[in-house]
């Protein structure tokens, strides 16, 4: 994965990590933690600016983010319960269940939206219950840009500090992304085997 991703961001510069930012929103096992860290370590070698790598890692990152809030603004809370009373084990939640994070969501959305976009395997499923819950599409970009831009810069910076060091770093941060990877489509399906409706008993 990470000369795939080094071929892309040589080939198409901004453009190449703007379009795997994107990518990266919407299928989340493309990980943001080697995308703009290397955009940054290139930016040190002076083949691209580091404001403007910041900038289109921002921009596809947004872009994801509405397509996923968009999303959730169409599936809407009743269409979702209906999945979930017929499809529980899949969503492993329960009608009751979704209605809890609702309530939660429009007490907490903003701080939701802002620190979701900052954990790795949150920053795209944030945007899902921002939808269904109706957030306000100005606070949900407000929030999510806030989160993003920090979470980029954070990153980028991060390559472009570590220079010739990044091919070292980079050579541990693949196999850790594969396996936060594997990590979280375990823990998926251990739910989904796991998986009960309250009040049922096994």
């Not at 860290?37 to 509405?66: C, D, E, M, R, Y």
């Not at 220079?163 to 990590?183: M, R, W």
């Amino acid at each position: 994965m990470f000369e795939w991703i080094t071929g892309l961001v040589e080939q198409f510069g901004y453009l190449g990590i703007a379009v795997l930012m994107f990518a990266e929103n919407v299928f989340p096992p493309i990980p943001s933690e080697l995308i703009m860290p290397l955009a940054g370590f290139t930016a040190a070698q002076g083949k691209l600016n580091i404001a403007l790598v910041v900038a289109s890692g921002w921009a596809g990152s947004i872009l994801g983010a509405l397509l996923w809030y968009y999303v959730g603004y169409w599936l809407g809370l009743d269409r979702l319960k209906g999945f979930a009373a017929r499809h529980g084990r899949w969503l492993t939640m329960t009608p009751d269940d979704i209605e809890d994070a609702r309530r939660w969501f429009e007490g907490h959305g903003g701080t939701a939206v802002f620190i979701g976009r900052l954990v790795p395997g949150v920053r795209t499923l944030i945007s899902v219950p921002a939808g269904v819950a109706r957030m306000g599409l100005p606070s949900f970009l407000l929030y999510s840009s806030l989160g993003t831009l920090l979470w980029t810069a954070l990153l980028a910076g991060a390559g472009y500090l570590l220079e010739s060091g990044y091919e070292t770093v980079s050579a541990y941060l693949d196999p850790v992304s594969n396996v936060v990877v594997g990590v979280i489509v375990v823990v998926y399906l251990y739910r989904v085997v796991t998986w009960r409706p309250k009040g049922h008993e096994a």
